[in-house]
């Protein structure tokens, strides 16, 4: 079982950035596989980044690549999401994910994760 807590969202301006963290609580952090996804209203969940056990492997969603940046800090317990030139449509819900089998992959598809955590609101005002 891992407990996920994410932060660092907020509201910004078109063209601004934020970093979104996610801390994990329980079993041992470097076992999971992680990744973010993201849900506007009105919308289905989807896939934003993804980062294996080491962070010697990473993916991104197209509309992000260049922009965004996944990361994390095992002696940390923690995953970061760097946003850089943020666009409106980037507004959303933003759900920190771990997923505990094949840590050495990373995942697109949000079934193939186990534990989700709250999210954290980001607005992108034009």
């Known amino acids: 079982q891992v407990r996920l807590v994410e932060s660092g969202g907020g509201l910004v301006q078109a063209g601004g950035s934020l970093r979104l963290s996610c801390a994990a609580s329980g079993r041992t952090f470097s076992s999971y596989a992680m990744g973010w996804f993201r849900q506007a209203p009105g919308k289905e969940r989807e896939f934003v980044a993804a980062?294996?056990?080491?962070?010697?492997?990473?993916d991104y969603a197209d509309s992000v690549k260049g922009r965004f940046t996944i990361s994390r800090d095992n002696a940390k317990n923690t995953v970061y999401l760097q946003m850089n030139s943020l666009k409106p449509e980037d507004t959303a819900v933003y759900y920190c994910t771990a997923a505990y089998r094949g840590a050495s992959y990373v995942y697109t598809s949000s079934n193939s994760y186990d534990y989700w955590g709250q999210g954290t609101q980001v607005t992108v005002s034009s």
């Open positions: 980062i294996n056990w080491s962070g010697s492997s990473t």
